[in-house]
């Protein structure tokens, strides 16, 4: 099904509102871990699940009101695929304003603002502005959505993936476990994709059995950052970029390695427990210096 | 502060309202560890936390509505006791109609049905009626209130507590794992008592640290017996009712050992690993025959 370029690039899909509170807050960062192996008085756990004057949002938040802005992709005139086809490729996310409040109504906006022609397939990436009921931005989104087969219909490749890991050992490593029903509990988050759950749509999808999200990996990336080079204080982190290469099983532990760069940039790479696979690449986090 | 028994005998708690949705009771099932160790393929973990045709709600789940007509009870006039000295002692749970809607809307009507002389403090029954809203009575709930230093009134002392095991090794053993947030999510089911997550609160309590919700155990036992003598069916079950020993702390793993009664009844006691310590006993969980 070609992709029919000058229809698609720059559609908007339609705004979608979302509303949180501090209840959702906390169920977001527990369906990423926060607090699984560790008591709940270590630095950084109650801070993210426990409704006191100290609740602060684990930052990569940020992408759950704009996840049902996407909803819509397959609304859109001239983009026709098969959604078995999909893959979630990149993320970048950027908080706009700080601190993120514990709770809030906001409308998600998205476009389609470049399409990639990989050859295997197509990177569409969409952007999304996340934008309080006052109107101010508050999250801005690019989601980097690879489709299988799609490619080939002469566009351009793209820029290359960037943020490599320097030639040295990681300056810090930090490791967060995962439990068998991490992708049950993440997904009451909002995304409810089957693959995540049910045996024979992860088996439709290639996998043995039901994969973690990769914004929940994300999620345990961004808060290894934040552990090791901001003292746990989350309203100093940024941005967020990240490739996923593989994703993690419910269970496994995500090991995230960092290289400071200086100036408040993180390059990262995370790989899982016990099998040393590369599960995100090509992933740096901006701090205040 | 000497309890006025013929004030309190038979007061009313005023009425609470309380709605569910598929998503409270999939929270519910993951907040009480369904799950957290077992492939999502293995019976019975799905039809709690997955919401396909399948999805049915962990029977214990028919505490959550009426929790909320518990906070009244400081308001009952002839009953004035210190917060900090209550403890939930004992817990009874009938199923009135089966199976239990995967949403609803419902009203829990409480009334203090008994209070009992037991020397070191007093116990209140507390039953709870939860009905929807075309009044169908739903669930029958017993609160067995624990309050320290309020013995010696002169009361009756009640019955003593059944539900021994035979002398004999149990039909069944179950194990069910909790992680260190367990408390912090479960308590997203409604219970806020700062006791299960703040470390300070944990301490006035007289804990090294914040303790499981009883009601958390409640429903690892519950489940167990459905795993157990019934086939994973929770429509099976009917009534569950236990005495809570001691707390269990997140991260430990509840043993069930349960004995076959005949008939469709089941006897119970619980214990944690590593410590071999009982922490409910006098338990006994009602199945269809």
Redesign the interface.
């Known amino acids: 099904m070609p992709i029919e370029l000058k229809k698609v690039l720059g559609a908007k899909l339609p705004p979608m509102d979302f509303s949180w509170d501090q209840?959702r807050l906390?169920?977001y960062a527990?369906g990423a871990g926060?607090?699984?192996?560790?008591?709940?008085?270590t630095p950084g756990?109650?801070q993210y699940?426990?409704?006191?004057e100290n609740l602060k949002a684990l930052p990569t938040f940020g992408v759950v009101p704009s996840f049902a802005a996407l909803m819509n992709l397959m609304s859109v005139d001239g983009l026709s695929f098969n959604p078995m086809m999909l893959l979630h490729g990149e993320q970048y996310l950027e908080i706009l304003a700080r601190p993120i409040p514990t709770s809030a109504t906001v409308r998600s906006e998205g476009s389609i603002k470049a399409i990639y022609d990989k050859g295997k397939g197509a990177l569409l990436v969409i952007e999304v502005t996340t934008t309080t009921t006052d109107g101010a931005p508050l999250f801005r989104n690019e989601y980097g959505i690879f489709l299988r087969g799609e490619g080939g219909f002469g566009g351009e490749q793209g820029p290359a993936a960037g943020h490599l890991p320097p030639d040295r050992a990681p300056d810090a490593v930090v490791e967060t476990p995962t439990?068998?029903?991490q992708?049950?509990?993440y997904r009451?988050s909002g995304d409810?994709n089957?693959l995540h759950?049910?045996?024979s749509f992860a088996a439709l999808g290639g996998f043995d059995?039901?994969i973690l999200h990769g914004l929940c990996t994300f999620a345990n990336v961004a808060r290894a950052a934040i552990q090791a080079f901001a003292d746990n204080d989350p309203t100093r982190f940024r941005s967020i970029r990240v490739r996923f290469v593989r994703p993690v099983m419910?269970g496994e532990t995500i090991v995230t390695e960092m290289w400071d760069m200086g100036g408040g940039e993180i390059v990262l790479r995370a790989k899982t427990k016990p099998n040393d696979t590369v599960v995100i690449s090509n992933a740096q986090v901006v701090l205040d210096a």
Chains 1, 2 share one sequence.
């Open positions: 209840d906390m169920l527990l926060v607090g699984i192996d560790a008591d709940p008085t756990v109650l699940t426990y409704e006191d439990v068998a029903h992708a049950l509990l009451l409810k089957p759950a049910d045996p059995r039901p419910p």
